[in-house]
């Protein structure tokens, strides 16, 4: 596709349960980058990919949440037992390079309500 | 300790004023972007500023870098209801992730 494609656009789910959210880049971006956003807040930073490696995962909140892009191209975050406090709108971004350069080109965001 | 202080965080005003809004913070960056995002989408890039004193003008909306790369402004003319949004400043330091502000919510009202 022409952008960065998320799915689901919307998730609701049960405190406690698990769930994987998809993002697909850019064709030929290497670089991608999950951000999540809180009502009224601005996007904080969760995790970093250059390629098939994580090269920096210093916003993931706890060890509940991980991300994977195993073949340097589409990405998966998963969210394990999940709480209340997960609840917000995640976006995924990619870019050409990887930080230091250029624009951040961002899906609409899959948002996640736990109940 | 929120790195990017952005003001005010809510701007309500008629079609046709003037406004500034402002993104602060007590650490240098090599670069500063501005982004735009509607409800239910992501956010938008409408700049990216590099250089200390840097001005860069986009039709109506006009941005600046202070000079030691700490804050930045958005001055918007004779806004427009369609310039409604949220406005997010972000910045990078070195090789770390772009860093977002909490935004401003503009209201242009017709």
């Known amino acids: 596709g022409a952008g960065v494609s998320q799915t689901p656009s919307n998730k609701v789910t049960e405190k406690g349960k698990y769930v994987e959210l998809r993002c697909d880049p850019i064709s030929g971006h290497t670089a991608l980058y999950w951000y ?4 009224g807040q601005g996007p904080e930073f969760l995790i970093y990919f250059q390629g098939t490696g994580a090269a920096d995962d210093s916003g993931l909140p706890n060890d509940r949440f991980f991300a994977v892009r195993p073949e340097g191209s589409v990405s998966t975050l998963k ?6 406090g997960d609840s917000a709108v995640y976006l995924c971004a990619s870019s050409l390079a990887g930080t230091n350069t250029g624009e951040l080109f961002f899906g609409e965001g899959s948002r996640l309500t736990v109940l | 300790t929120q790195l990017l202080e952005q003001s005010p965080q809510f701007l309500s005003i008629q079609e046709g004023e003037n406004l500034t809004v402002y993104c602060n913070s007590s650490s240098v960056f090599s670069s500063l972007q501005w982004y735009r995002q509607e409800p239910g989408e992501g956010p938008v890039l409408l700049v990216t ?12 909306l006009t941005f600046q870098f202070g000079d030691a790369r700490k804050d930045s402004s958005l001055h918007i003319t004779a806004a427009q209801p369609g ?28």
């Open chain 1, 79 to 84: 969210i394990q037992r999940t709480e209340r």
């Open chain 2, 49 to 60: 500023v590099v250089t200390g004193g840097e001005v860069k003008k986009l039709k109506r």
């Open chain 1, 36 to 39: 999540r956003q809180s009502l």
């Open chain 2, 83 to 110: 310039d409604t949004g949220l406005y997010l400043c972000a910045g990078m330091r070195g090789n770390t992730p772009l860093v977002f502000g909490k935004g401003t919510r503009l209201s242009v009202i017709a």
